[in-house]
């Protein structure tokens, strides 16, 4: 039974064998991507994990993801988007460190916190755009990509492939407005004009601190930067793939901070000021002692994940 069409694998096969063969040049100027790049997006630099998802470098293979890999409950990804799952306090770490706050935490400079940002880990690169406009990402088609790809059906990478088809098919929360895209294009198209962001008031940036040791931070200074936000979080995936997307009644700050071992450091943080549409059993409610519709809940957002805002207007309206 044929499951693709001959002309399409011939296109993907070609690909991935003239990259095994002669790889692309991860820090080549002037690629497809970046051109793409400066004429959507203009002088604004392009941040590093997202830069470091162009293209593949030497020795790298389409299919290759980091074997060591293991759930990291320090960062919130595993634990805020899945909104409808349940994590159980024994797979928490019992360390002191912080992984959901109250707002109030944001006011209150000087104030310690034990955090833990992992180091960027996930190393897929983009395919170029003609070959991922093309290849299949539905659930539907999810023997289609293994076989595109050479996958067993029952390896690790066949898991993370299924996985991340069903992140992307996932109905997004109340008020909330998602995508997942497989290019940078993808991308810059979707933030820019899906949500309407214009290029003279927009802001790219993510999250500097990747320190990967569990330490004490001391707040120093908190800037609201806005509520007009989008958070892109690279799925783990044999090839780039990021689930974008923005939620109504959220605002992201830039927090600057002291680690114990005194060097200066910045963070971005995510509050969700209407928690009443989020399961009661998240794991957030557990973690402050509190129910849905209080206090608003924050989070820092990790180094792999890109951060699009819009600056507010000369008269201060957003």
């Not at 755009?129 to 990509?145: E, G, N, R, W």
């Amino acid at each position: 039974m044929s499951y693709y069409k001959p002309s399409f694998v011939l296109l993907l096969v070609t690909f991935i064998s003239i990259q095994l063969t002669f790889p692309l040049c991860s820090g080549a100027p002037s690629s497809p991507e970046e051109i793409y790049w400066k004429t959507k997006v203009g002088d604004i630099p392009m941040p590093k994990p997202l830069k470091d998802s162009l293209r593949l470098g030497p020795n790298e293979r389409v299919v290759q993801l980091n074997s060591n890999y293991k759930q990291d409950f320090g960062t919130h990804e595993a634990l805020l988007y899945v909104w409808g799952g349940h994590v159980a306090k024994t797979q928490i770490p019992q360390d002191g460190r912080v992984i959901y706050f109250k707002d109030d935490i944001l006011s209150k400079v000087g104030v310690k916190m034990k955090l833990y940002f992992k180091k960027i880990n996930n190393q897929a690169k983009f395919l170029p755009l003609h070959v991922a406009k093309i290849l299949p990402t539905t659930s539907d088609k999810f023997q289609v990509i293994l076989n595109l790809l050479f996958v067993n059906p029952k390896s690790t990478l066949a898991q993370d492939i299924e996985l991340m088809m069903k992140k992307c098919e996932e109905k997004g929360v109340k008020g909330e407005i998602r995508n997942c895209v497989n290019s940078l294009e993808d991308m810059v198209d979707y933030v820019t004009s899906a949500l309407n962001f214009g290029k003279n008031k927009l802001v790219v940036a993510s999250t500097k601190e990747d320190y990967g040791i569990l330490l004490e931070y001391t707040i120093q200074k908190v800037q609201l930067l806005g509520s007009h936000v989008v958070v892109c979080h690279k799925i783990r995936n044999p090839f780039a793939v990021f689930l974008c997307h923005s939620i109504q009644n959220t605002y992201l700050y830039n927090v600057s901070m002291v680690r114990a071992n005194g060097k200066q450091t910045e963070a971005f943080a995510i509050c969700h000021k209407d928690t009443s549409f989020w399961n009661p059993r998240h794991y957030a409610f557990e973690f402050l002692n509190t129910k849905p519709g209080g206090k608003p809940i924050c989070h820092f957002v990790c180094a792999e994940a890109i951060v699009w805002y819009r600056l507010p207007k000369n008269n201060g309206e957003e």
